[in-house]
């Protein structure tokens, strides 16, 4: 399993499994999101979970990474889900990140400091030259977490059947960065 046990300066990042779908169903309470990652918002919020939280266990048995818990380490609480996802809207390979944070957690830099981890861990480890982020062009608050990553927003592309934005970070432009 990719990434099981590693930390930062306030998450621990460890993968997700059925035990998670009463906590993640919180996310899904708050229909906010559905715009942005193409969901309907007539389908029960527990279902959602259980379907986003399958689908993940499924990327990680095919080596497809997939998103993982963040649990805040001051309260042991899951704040969110961050982690990799193998994308081929484009072109195929590429590697995303892909960042969600539970309402009442947004705004504490979760989103930035999970993902920051995720965009080191792929250079670091020679996983990809590009890293990438596909946000819808409504979504301001995923637009901000990317800039603060470094990503450039590359051009407009359709992702789910909505318009987004594709940003972008080459290895050369990670390697410019101070870490």
């Not at 982690?83 to 960042?99: A, F, P, Q, R």
Request: charged content about 25%.
């Amino acid at each position: 399993m990719y990434l099981d046990g590693f930390t930062t300066e306030r998450l621990i990042i460890r993968p997700l499994s059925e035990l998670d779908i009463p906590v993640w169903t919180d996310f899904f309470l708050d229909q906010s999101y559905f715009e942005y990652i193409g969901l309907d918002t007539k389908t029960d919020a527990c279902d959602h979970s259980k379907n986003w939280i399958s689908r993940q266990l499924k990327r990680y048995a095919d080596n497809e990474y997939g998103l993982m818990a963040l649990i805040a380490k001051d309260t042991m609480e899951m704040v969110g889900q961050c982690g990799l996802i193998t994308m081929n809207i484009e072109s195929s390979g590429e590697l995303e990140v892909g960042y969600h944070i539970i309402s009442r957690y947004k705004g504490n830099g979760y989103a930035t400091e999970a993902a920051s981890f995720f965009r080191d861990y792929v250079f670091e480890n020679d996983l990809a030259d590009i890293f990438i982020a596909i946000i819808h062009v409504d979504n301001i608050d995923s637009q901000a977490v990317a800039k603060k990553l470094g990503l450039r927003m590359e051009r407009e592309t359709i992702c789910m059947k909505k318009p987004s934005y594709r940003y972008l970070m080459t290895r050369e432009e990670w390697l410019e960065m101070e870490h």
